[in-house]
């Protein structure tokens, strides 16, 4: 079993628990480190709902592939899992689900699924990196050590995350190793990462964009290539919250493809004729007055000069250009084009073994008697809220379900 982590820690203790003698292999000096960063060390263990609901967040693919997976291992598993081990946690009301003791909870959650891992009875090797896997289809004969060291057994796990948070030891090499094998795998990509601008603003740095959509468009007055409801943050690079994280992914795309460009539309409808009439009703209104409606207060007079409008620009003196123009500008606020989205500080990496390449009733890789892959290796990518988590938690517990399907192993 490679892999300490979310997905590698559930599977780990289901294979022993059910009398399978279980090594875990953790490249790190402890289990569980990216757990323990999560949610800014708060942690949101999953997502609140029935499992149809938190399978309708993941795109349709991946949920017809997890199904199997969540149902066998729910969001209550895990919580009832955890509450017996004196860690409870609480609903928000986004249903993002909480360990109920705050800051810090990350870690207690960490030290709950490590009691679990050790008294199955699990053999826990730190500072433990695979650097290669030996075999050819359809057998695995053994993970090679760091230190040159073979380590062969029965059945494998591979459980060893992405990409991202490098920091916390996950690199993605075993991903190049598997497709050297000839498992079908998909290359890294950075997903739920925050989105660097050409242009950054960093005099807004902190200043959120609410109740509106981020827009990826091919360029200015081009056509929407995605659309993501939600707010935004501006950074001292571009920015971040949860709808540049969810739009990452295919604003990284857009851009590799040479047509990406960033709006964030703060209102739809008739906008012009809506200034219209207020020119009529309330002439002497100042524009910034209005406009501070819908932009924070320090974004009022910069907008304002970007439409070459004076500060103290009146409705009734405001030319049609210029009501047309800030019509344009609240349906899509121009944020410019983006940079380079980095896959290291993604919340979770896209891309990893093909989920056409495995069995989501066992996660046993096809053609292969002995493999199984579950976590981050496996080419899934949900949104934010918890639902990360609990595909790892879901699969790493089917992948170590071996006694059940006694035919296939890990």
Known sequence: MAGGGAAGMIAAWRAASAGFDTTLLEANDRLGMKIRISGGGKCNITHDGPMASVLAAFPRAQARFLRPALFAFTNRDVLDLLAREGVHAQARDNGRVFPV?????????????????????????????????????????????????????????????????????????????????????APWFPALAPIPL???????????????????????????????????LFTRAGISGPAALELSRPVEAARRDGAAWLGYELAAGDLDGDLVALQRENPHLAVRTWLARWLPERMCAPALGMLGLAPDQRMKDLPRAGRKDLAALLAAFPLGEPGRVDLEKG?????????????????????????RVCGELLDVDGPVGGYNLQAAFSTGYLAGSLAEVSTHST
């Open 198 to 232: 050409k242009a950054p603003r960093p005099e807004w740095e902190g200043i959120p964009l609410r109740e509106g959509a981020l827009l990826l468009k091919a360029g200015p007055g081009a056509k929407v290539l995605a659309r993501y409801p939600g707010d935004v």
């Open 101 to 185: 003791d705050g800051p810090g909870s990350a870690a207690k959650v960490t030290a709950a699924f490590e009691a679990l891992v050790r008294r199955a009875g699990v053999q826990v090797r730190l500072g433990a990196r695979v650097r290669a896997l030996e075999g050819r289809a359809p057998r695995l004969e053994a993970l090679v050590l760091e230190d040159g060291t073979w380590l062969r057994a029965d059945r494998f796990i591979l459980a060893t995350g992405g990409a991202s948070y490098p920091r916390t030891g996950t690199r993605g090499e075993l991903l190049a190793a598997l497709g050297a094998l000839g498992v079908p795998v």
């Open 347 to 371: 919340e979770v990496s896209a891309g990893g073994v093909l989920l056409s390449a495995v069995d989501p009733r066992t996660l046993a890789v096809k053609g292969w008697e002995n493999l």
